[in-house]
């Protein structure tokens, strides 16, 4: 998760454009990459997603690869009081 405390200005600046776009009537998903696992463990992705998410203002994460979200990232969300969207890039369940 280095990769977004790395953003030029950092987590305050990603959370006022993640402001910026809210103002405007987007939602902010961030992408996740639950294969990118060698650089620094910081505990459960969920809880350390959900974490970021709420401190940034996200509303949630596309899930790279994933076919399907483990409820896991969802219950993490509830936990720090921000409910967030999970997608998951290849996947789901066709609504009809």
């Not at 006022?16 to 060698?38: I, K, S």
């Amino acid at each position: 998760f280095d990769y977004f405390r790395a953003l030029p200005g950092g987590l305050s600046r990603l959370a006022e454009t993640t402001r910026e776009f809210h103002q405007r009537g987007v939602r902010v998903l961030w992408g996740y990459n639950p294969w990118d696992q060698a650089t620094r463990q910081e505990g459960n992705h969920w809880d350390t997603l959900a974490q970021l998410l709420k401190a940034t203002g996200g509303d949630g994460f596309n899930g790279d690869t994933m076919l399907s979200i483990p409820e896991e990232f969802w219950r993490s969300s509830l936990r720090v009081g921000h409910p967030i969207a999970a997608e998951p890039e290849g996947g789901g369940y066709s609504c009809e």
